[in-house]
């Protein structure tokens, strides 16, 4: 049967697809897990003597290392059986876990989670959150949006910086409509695109499918500015909920 140490590292090797470390000669129990990327740890798992720890009785017990982003959660935590501040970490929000049994192995997974993505460089996060939304400019000048949507449900456009897919865009057109038309699912994006002249460049495109149509005098420039502080559209940004409530 598998120690709960086992099960730790089974679960960082599963989910993360990352193998463990071992830096330190002098301390070969000691695994490090790491991002690829920016080499950032996020987890490691040791055993230490029960007595370094604070701990009553003799011997060894096996520790994981885990970031909290939040300090408040960081300092309620401690107060709780099996966990303790970070042993050998220097930031605050370092938590250390016992894996004695005392903190159920669901919690583990999901301090696990909030550790990877507390420490993941801004690419990574930006791949690990949940789904968006956004509004995003369409000028006729350029492009005429509402004749490619009545030839196809489904157009390769511009892709946002930091748009992923799963995300929701809102398409605003410019004069002469000056209004939200559509509602959109970005279906893929990284799609190798090059154009850098004139007033329009484009670096990658996203496809994106149409979902629901809004009609021209619903959602227009003077109701955005009016009812939820929108002035300007220029480039992809974010919406507040209640105009995300009201598009839904």
């Known amino acids: 049967m ?12 599963k989910t993360f697809r990352t193998e463990p470390e071992y830096p330190w000669m002098r301390f ?13 740890l996020f987890a490691l798992v040791t055993e230490i003597e029960k007595n370094k720890l604070g701990l ?10 885990v970031k909290v982003k939040d300090p408040l959660m ?9 966990y303790m501040r970070g042993y050998h970490m220097s930031r605050g929000t370092w938590v250390t ?31 690990l959150r949940p789904p968006k939304a956004w509004i995003i400019p369409a000028n006729p000048k350029y492009y005429d949006v509402q004749q490619a949507f009545r030839q196809a449900d489904e157009i390769n456009w511009k892709q946002g910086k930091n748009i992923k897919k ?39 495109l996203m496809r994106i499918r149409r979902v629901k149509e809004y009609p021209p005098d619903q959602f227009t420039f003077d109701v955005l500015g009016e009812k939820y502080g929108i002035f300007a559209v220029r480039g992809p940004r974010g ?10």
């Open 28 to 40: 070969p129990e000691y695994a490090v897990f790491r991002h690829a990327d920016n080499r950032k």
């Open 2 to 13: 598998e120690s709960l140490r086992e099960s730790v590292v089974s679960h960082i090797r």
């Open 74 to 82: 960081a300092d309620i935590l401690v107060r709780q059986e099996g």
């Open 166 to 204: 799963g995300d929701t865009v809102f398409m605003y057109v410019a004069a002469p409509v000056s209004a939200v038309l559509y509602q959109c699912l970005v279906t893929e994006t990284d799609i190798p695109y090059r154009r850098d002249g004139g007033a329009v460049r484009i670096a990658a």
């Open 56 to 65: 009553q009785g003799t011997g060894t017990v096996d520790i994981l290392n």
């Open 239 to 248: 919406i507040p909920q209640d105009l995300y409530e009201a598009l839904r």
């Open 97 to 127: 876990v016992l894996l004695d049994g005392s903190v159920p192995f669901d919690d583990m997974c999901r301090w696990l989670d909030e550790s990877y993505l507390a420490t993941a460089s801004a690419g990574q996060k930006n791949k």
